[in-house]
């Protein structure tokens, strides 16, 4: 690293900004974890974006290792692996089993498999520089996919006029993120590290100025997400107390079908709280 200060003191400073920045960005999902531990429940969260991250912060130290004076990429991708590493660990903890099966797949399939096999195949197939230049194009690949997510989150803004799953704040701070990091690898004359920022400042850019768009906007909400008024129906049990069920659905009443009434049932009359035919008081008289 002194080295690189002294060699590169501008590409140091921007290195060491990059750090700062990206370390804080790993924070961000902290309010989050909290409210895990403390409602002891993952709610409906997906632990996807932490093993990704995770992994993403492996290719790049593998990477960062291949290369000389890379150190600043190495402390803040090996920080995002504690800390990415501890909120996969958590998530496990407090998540429902179905959850616990499907985070351990996608580690097993991602983190273990896929990394395995880019670790396999670079060893085997390239050596020297050539091998550095094709985990570089990996690294990129991925990279350009992971900034190439967030395109759901812009159309469901863009349906919705709501900017409830897009925060302003860290957006900017991907933004800024992308900025640095892209002139870090302009002045190192890293390609590989500049050109997936190039894409990740077009897409924070985007954010931004959908948010001033809709930050005020009526939310428009879709039609699959529109709620039919609850009805409350009362229904009285026989030899129970009534209960109240809730329904979306409005059925026609039925009146209930009327009884035929003959005719000595029709001459019964109520005498002192007693039903007394008719017929039987002629015959008493």
Sequence with gaps: MAGLSLQHPLAFAFGLLGNVISFMTYLAPLPTFYQIYKNKSTGGFQSVPYVVALFSAMLWIY??????????LITINAAGCVIETIYVVIYVIYAPKKAKLFTAKIMILLNVGVFGLILLLTML???????????GWVCVGFSVSVFVAPLSIIG?????????????????SLTVSAVVWFLYGLLIKDKYVALPNVLGF????????????????TPRVPAKEVKVPEHVVTIGKLGGPAVELKTHEVHPVESPPTEEVTEPEAAAAVEDGKVVNKGSNAENA
Aim: with cysteine; hydrophobic share 50%.
């Design 125 to 135: 197939l390239f050596a020297g520089q050539h091998r550095v230049v094709a985990l």
């Design 156 to 172: 469901k803004v863009v349906r919705t006029r709501s900017v409830e799953f897009m925060p302003f704040s860290l957006s900017l």
């Design 202 to 217: 077009t897409f924070g850019v985007v954010q931004m100025v959908l948010y001033a768009i809709y930050c005020n906007a």
């Design 63 to 72: 990477y960062a290792l291949l290369k000389s004076n890379e150190c600043l």
